[in-house]
């Protein structure tokens, strides 16, 4: 998948230019997994391998191991009973271990050349690609309820790809560089930020988390890495990778731990330089918010990127096309669970066409699987995350069946007796500014506003203004003209605009990922200016005529 060319590149070291290597990188292929095949093998054999097992993961800073009284257990959301992996968390003493020790390393890492930084992400990435696929396919699926085309383009694909396009910008960059002038040379050094980076990740994608942490230590910075607790298993492997394939001790030091310990111990830190942030608007809120009031201990102002959900909506003209509207609008609303960033969880539809579209959805909604991904393989979603994701979304459904203005049309129970499933779930609602039609639910439940048709730019405003979220948004329609009016109306209404196409299924270096508003800082990960937000560059000014003169031509 790599083609590498010769160019110049700039050393970190200095502004010498030296001939070294970029890389030609495609997307990862996304393989079937049919019966017979390969891949399928592997990974049966690699969940075999992991059935009824608890992995110890400990806390490592550097090369040390560490195990502290604070044990925790990631549970396998289809199968509660299943101890998935045994960690500990870090306390306040230990991460501020972490701090010293990534800092101390800092400067041997940032200096390094960018070239030999990537190489390190190629490696992974090929790893992922090859020997390490089932691997950490298998703890994805396990730890947290995937299927396997799920974990396929989510802790393959997805991630090989952030790691060989990042490695590729990052390489890239040094190639930007300022104009020269008559008698001097100018260079721009793209330096890793002074302190650390904090990388917080969410359970959702294995991926995010190696790019939260990778693609910072790919521009030079070091990084504490909370993963999340849901995700252990999959993280662990993920971070045994980038250290298997060259990454030294103290770069990216992984630290399980309770967010508001972590969050309090690195915003309190003088040496904090930045924060890369997937998940809640409550936690990122008061992360920014700690920030804020230690902005006088910082050496630097530090860096926040932080993406954080959506209420995304599916918008239906009159034109649309029947087929692609209720196919799309089921992968996005019920794909693993619900549980994505960008899933469809607000429907808006026309009169004229709503007893075609709802025959249509509910005649699929017959046909899906809710099951075991692992016994399995035509399960289409699986349970939800744990606990307190079920017991939040059973409150949205019984709100649902209680409230006079929403009906629920297809789904609406739950059972949490031997895992956490959610029935997918569709409700028709009366009332477009319900609150359903305005809050993050994250899970199988896709709520519906029927409209008259000839009221549809009243409803591309009502789309805009209902959520406070950005995050994405499709439009279904056949006319061109509708089409750029609802491209003008929600211009500001999602950061992942889509045409004719389901909100969900963003991919790396082919739509740069991200919202704004409530959705987050819009930092756009998978695309080539995302490597910008983690350096401090220094531009140098080399004269090579000595200057003879103070005084200036005017003064005669």
Same mark, same amino acid.
């Given at each position: 998948m790599l083609r590498v060319r010769s160019l110049f590149c700039v050393s970190s070291r200095g502004f010498k230019t030296f001939p070294c290597a970029a890389v030609e990188v495609k997307n990862e292929p996304i393989l079937s997994f049919k019966e017979g095949s390969k891949e399928r093998a592997q990974l049966v054999e690699a969940l075999k391998d992991l059935k009824g097992k608890t992995e110890e993961i400990p806390c490592v800073i550097g090369d040390e191991q560490i195990w502290t009284k604070d044990i925790r257990y990631q549970l396998s959301p289809f199968n509660h009973a299943h101890k998935v992996a045994k960690f500990c968390y870090a306390d306040k003493e230990l991460l501020n271990k972490a701090i010293m020790a990534s800092v101390a390393a800092r400067r041997e890492w940032d200096l390094k050349p960018?070239?030999?930084?990537?190489?390190?992400?190629?490696?992974?990435?090929?790893?992922?690609? =090859?020997?390490?696929?089932?691997?950490?396919?298998?703890?994805?699926? @396990?730890?947290?309820?995937?299927?396997?085309?799920?974990?396929? !383009?989510?802790?393959?694909?997805?991630?090989?790809?952030?790691?060989?396009?990042?490695?590729?910008?990052?390489?890239?960059?040094?190639?930007? +560089?300022?104009?020269?002038?008559? =008698?001097?040379?100018?260079?721009?050094?793209?330096?890793?930020?002074?302190?650390?980076?904090?990388?917080?990740?969410?359970?959702?994608?294995?991926?995010?988390?190696?790019?939260?942490? =990778?693609?910072?230590?790919?521009?030079?910075?070091?990084?504490?890495?909370?993963?999340?607790?849901?995700?252990?298993?999959?993280?662990?492997?993920?971070?045994?990778?980038?250290?298997?394939?060259?990454l030294p001790p103290n770069i990216i030091q992984f630290v399980p731990a309770d967010g508001p310990v972590f969050g309090d111990t690195v915003a309190s830190s003088e040496h904090?330089?930045?924060?890369?942030?997937?998940?809640?608007?409550?936690?990122?809120?008061?992360?920014?918010? +700690?920030?804020?009031?230690?902005?006088?201990?910082?050496?630097?102002?530090?860096?926040?990127?932080?993406?954080?959900?959506?209420?995304?909506?599916?918008?239906?003209?009159?034109?649309?096309?029947?087929?692609?509207?209720?196919?799309?609008?089921?992968?996005?609303?019920?794909?693993?669970?619900?549980?994505?960033?960008?899933?469809?969880?607000?429907?808006?539809?026309?009169?004229?066409?709503?007893?075609?579209?709802?025959?249509?959805?509910?005649?699929?909604?017959?046909? !899906?699987?809710?099951?075991?991904?692992?016994?399995?393989?035509?399960?289409?979603?699986?349970?939800? !995350?744990?606990?307190?994701?079920?017991?939040?979304?059973?409150?949205?459904?019984?709100?649902?069946?209680?409230?006079?203005?929403?009906?629920?049309?297809? =789904?609406?129970?739950?059972?949490?007796?031997?895992?956490?499933?959610?029935?997918?779930? @569709? !409700?028709e609602t009366k009332d477009p500014q319900d609150k359903i039609m305005n809050e993050e639910i994250f899970g199988p439940v896709l709520t519906v506003y029927v409209y008259p048709e000839n009221d549809y730019r009243k409803v591309l405003e009502l789309i805009d203004n209902t959520s406070p979220y950005a995050l994405t948004g499709a439009v279904f329609a056949q006319d061109k003209a509708v089409l750029d009016e609802a491209a003008k109306a929600l211009r500001n209404a999602a950061g992942n605009f889509y045409v004719n196409d389901k909100s969900t299924g963003s991919v790396v270096a082919q739509q740069p990922f991200g919202g704004s508003r409530a959705s987050g800082t819009n930092d756009k990960p998978g695309g080539p200016h995302y490597v910008l937000r983690w350096t401090s560059p220094q531009v140098v000014k080399e004269t090579h005529v000595p200057l003879r003169d103070w005084k200036y031509s005017y003064m005669g």
């Open positions: 960018v070239a030999d930084r990537a190489q390190i992400f190629f490696k992974a990435a090929d790893e992922l690609s =090859g020997p390490k696929r089932a691997e950490v396919l298998a703890k994805t699926m @396990i730890g947290q309820g995937k299927t396997v085309v799920q974990a396929e !383009i989510d802790a393959a694909c997805e991630l090989i790809d952030f790691f060989r396009f990042n490695a590729k910008h990052a390489v890239e960059l040094e190639q930007h +560089q300022p104009l020269n002038s008559d =008698g001097s040379t100018n260079t721009m050094l793209y330096r890793g930020l002074e302190g650390f980076v904090a990388a917080v990740a969410p359970f959702n994608f294995t991926a995010i988390g190696g790019n939260l942490a =990778g693609t910072p230590a790919i521009m030079g910075n070091v990084v504490l890495w909370k993963p999340s607790d849901a995700a252990m298993s999959a993280s662990y492997a993920v971070y045994k990778i980038l250290r298997e394939s060259g904090l330089a930045g924060i890369n942030f997937t998940g809640s608007v409550p936690t990122f809120k008061r992360l920014w918010k +700690q920030v804020a009031q230690n902005l006088d201990i910082y050496k630097n102002f530090p860096r926040v990127a932080g993406e954080c959900g959506g209420k995304n909506f599916h918008f239906v003209h009159k034109s649309a096309d029947i087929g692609s509207v209720v196919t799309g609008t089921i992968r996005s609303a019920f794909e693993y669970s619900g549980q994505k960033c960008s899933a469809c969880s607000r429907m808006y539809v026309p009169d004229s066409l709503w007893p075609q579209i709802k025959k249509g959805l509910l005649n699929v909604h017959k046909q !899906i699987k809710v099951g075991d991904p692992v016994q399995d393989f035509g399960t289409f979603f699986s349970a939800v !995350i744990d606990d307190n994701s079920f017991g939040r979304i059973k409150g949205w459904l019984q709100y649902a069946e209680s409230s006079p203005n929403l009906t629920v049309i297809a =789904g609406g129970k739950c059972d949490d007796k031997k895992g956490y499933f959610v029935e997918p779930t @569709i !409700i």
